[in-house]
């Protein structure tokens, strides 16, 4: 079998059933036989940047690996912004790449691909004989899957030609089991945990993966906590009566008061960098309490008081047994005290609707595209000011149907994350949310979505400014002016790629267009006007 059909054989028997990326020609021989031998299967995408956006997008939302194959030279180039991305974010993320042919030394498009991708993060291998090359693709899919962290995967374009074994591949199931924490541990974090008399418990990604909502939220019920997560976990508490939504920079201003109340936090697999912290202030005169499967967790932002290694699922079940076998019950529980039988959703809501009055504001326009989405919506968040507004305001109804962009602050990732997010979701709305600025960035691929024909709304945050400098410049007394961008008519620009768009002015006109979201079928933008001095 030559080895370009046996890197198409082996992506297919390891059950990849669905590709991303860009051809040329270091991967046009094996795309080419993956395409045929998979139809539908593989989406082209209009640049490379893009394409490992889908790729990180769909491991996010699936739980799968996200394949995604460049050629060399630029092709390879261009993966760098959002491999960062993927890597911070931990997405399963495999990015197939290669060599420029190894007798044309002065090739145009020749550059060393290790020294290219050593500052994203990503493990990085490259194939050294044909011979290994079975063997290669086979352990870099194992490393993904297993670790859920990026890899690249260099295959020189001299091997694709070359005769190679390949006796079949049988994926091996792989028994795995949640890591336990130990006694002596779990003592001690339970032993400060009941002698707080404010504690709350706070969820990560870490959680998310664990499926550790029902296990976090027996614990919250046990020692009378409200639950928070953060930017990672956001909405694995939704609907809950305590959810206090995302801890950090994001906080809505009543929730931030309840946690600067707590004496003790207790987190499950969140890394607790300085945007959920607020750079140690939320940490300030509290114990804190950190469970996650990593030792190298632990340090890396903060120096908790008590750690506990061990699955959030695991750990949580745990501490609420030995806390029953005690007998605990929690006197005068902190979150009744602060919160009295409030209604968290509704409190957000009705913050919103006080500040309803023309022009529209971009916390309104967030709040009715929450309301008016279907409840089987996926959101997905581009980067950029106007994300303060929407995260507090717009949710999904599992954490795995809220995808964003935030991990390395990067703008213009969302759209073409979003595309990734909507091929594994055709059954329901994918909402793509942008600013001006980042939407811009990445709207050639709309064109990518109209071929596809996916169920995808598009909310560009329009307030023709680049949001966080017109802030900063502000701040600084300097002219604001320097910050606002002259860009091309969004409706004209995304009809011109075949998507349907509408431009939205004012409350009227957004509730309008909105009254047949659920029914998107297509591509379709909404381009919302708003004010750059308004309050984001």
Known sequence: MKAADAVAQLLSDYGVTQAFGLMGDANMDYLSVFIEQNPGSYLPAIDERSAVAMASGYSRTTGKIGVVSVTHGPGAANTVGPLIEAVRANDAVLLLTGDTPSNQPSHAQDIDLAGLFSAT???????????????????????????NTPMVLNIPVDFLTDDVDYGGYQRSEL?????????????????????????????????????????????????????????????????????????????????????????????????????TTMTGGFLSDKTLIQC???????????????????????????????????????????????????????????????????????????????????????????????????????????????????????????????????????????????????GMMGLIELATAVKAKLPLAVFVFNDSAYGAEYMKLEEKGIDVRHSFIDLPDFVAVAQGLGASAVQVNDRAELERALEGVSTIESPTVFNIILDPAAEF
Request: aromatic fraction near 6%; charged fraction near 20%; charge should be negative.
């Open 121 to 147: 993060g990503a493990a990085f291998h490259r194939v050294r004989s044909s011979s290994q090359l079975v063997a290669d693709i086979t352990r870099a899919l194992h490393f993904v899957d297993s670790m």
């Open 292 to 438: 996650d499967t990593s030792a190298s967790s632990f340090d890396r932002w903060c120096t908790p008081d008590f750690s506990v290694l061990g699955d959030a699922t695991s750990t949580a079940t745990a501490m609420v047994e030995m806390l029953e076998e005690a007998e605990y019950k929690a006197e005068n529980p902190f979150r009744e005290r602060v919160l009295d039988e409030c209604d968290i959703r509704e409190r957000s809501n009705n913050v919103v609707d006080a500040s309803g009055a023309e022009p529209l504001s971009p916390q309104l326009a967030a709040h009715l595209i929450d309301r008016h989405l279907p409840t089987d919506r996926v959101i997905v968040m581009d980067t950029g000011r106007f994300a303060i507004s929407v995260w507090k305001h717009v949710h999904a109804e599992q954490p795995t149907d809220f995808v964003h962009t935030l991990t390395w602050a990067a703008i213009g990732l969302g759209l073409s994350t979003a595309i990734g997010v909507s091929v594994a979701n055709k059954h329901r709305l994918t909402a793509a949310l942008v600013g001006d600025g980042g």
């Open 175 to 275: 028994e795995h089991s949640r890591l336990q924490p130990t006694p002596d541990a779990l003592d001690n974090a339970l032993g400060a945990l009941v002698q707080s008399s404010r504690p709350l418990v706070l969820a990560g990604r870490g959680a998310v993966r664990s499926d550790a909502r029902d296990s976090l939220i027996a614990l919250a019920d046990k020692i009378g906590a409200p639950l928070a997560t953060s930017v990672g976990g956001k909405d694995l508490f939704f609907g809950h009566p305590y959810d206090l939504g995302v801890m950090g920079g994001l906080s809505h201003p009543w929730a931030a008061e309840v946690i600067a109340q707590a004496d003790c936090i207790i987190s499950f697999g969140a890394s607790l960098n300085d945007f």
